[in-house]
């Protein structure tokens, strides 16, 4: 897979891609790996269209951004339940409704639609005190 060099406006740094690059290349044959790498191919394949790209604003609730967040993170509906005090059938639901929000086919592409716009930035991926 060919990967650009982030472009200097994106809001996600690019010492920041370098390092999910990395952690996808220790890991290719995991779930985690895969959902990385689809991360990372829809971030690419949108980069194109950031420079013609009006920011939108966020159409998704807090939960929907929390539950897309956890996605962001590579986490499961169930461990981002557990993480947000919610059920994992509630964190599907969240998460299907950001997609049809978010007009994206995959939770990969609306990962980076909510990327790509600055909706989910590094800090959101790894908060302080987290050991990911």
């Known amino acids: 897979m060919t990967v650009e060099t ?3 406006t994106l809001p996600l740094a690019s010492s920041r891609v ?3 690059r990395a952690r996808a290349a220790r890991t290719p044959g995991t779930p985690e790996g895969r959902a990385i790498r689809d991360l990372l191919g ?3 394949r949108l980069r194109a269209a950031l420079a013609r790209a009006v920011k939108q604003p966020n159409p998704l609730t807090a939960g929907e951004m929390a539950a897309l967040i956890g996605a962001a993170r590579a986490e499961s509906a169930q461990q981002t339940g557990q993480r947000l ?3 994992h059938h509630t964190i599907r ?3 299907q ?3 049809r929000r978010l007009k994206a086919n995959t939770l990969a592409q609306a990962v980076a639609i909510a990327c790509v716009n ?3 930035t590094h ?3 790894n908060p302080k005190g987290d050991q990911r």
């Open 123 to 125: 800090e959101d991926l």
């Open 118 to 120: 600055g909706w989910i």
């Open 18 to 20: 370098s390092a999910i």
């Open 93 to 95: 639901t969240q998460r």
């Open 85 to 87: 005090g919610a059920s």
């Open 42 to 44: 829809e971030v690419n």
């Open 97 to 99: 409704h950001a997609l």
């Open 6 to 8: 982030a472009a200097p």
